[in-house]
């Protein structure tokens, strides 16, 4: 799998777990089903952020979620 594909599955994937993440203005008047919302937000991701830019922002997202993983973890474990 290329790193490009990889980085489009983590992005669909950070993208479902944070719906409401700001939405460009031009695509507001189109968003106001939710199940339109975040097919126009993936792809305005897709279209306009640079593949450079895609794997940074995706790069932090995927280390904030893996960090708010483990201190759920660690959370749960020192409860039990």
């Known amino acids: 799998m290329t790193s490009l594909r990889h980085a489009l599955l983590v992005a669909d994937a ?6 409401t993440a700001p939405i ?5 008047p189109f968003t106001h089903h939710k ?3 975040l097919p126009l937000l993936l792809f305005w991701f897709r279209t ?5 830019q ?3 922002i995706l790069k932090y997202w995927t280390q904030i ?13 020192n409860i039990m």
């Open 65 to 77: 979620y893996a960090g708010l993983l483990h201190l759920l973890y660690k959370l749960f474990v």
């Open 35 to 37: 199940e339109i919302r």
């Open 48 to 52: 306009h952020v640079h593949v450079k």
């Open 54 to 56: 895609q794997l940074t």
């Open 14 to 19: 950070v993208l479902a777990i944070t719906p």
């Open 24 to 28: 460009s203005p031009r695509l507001k």
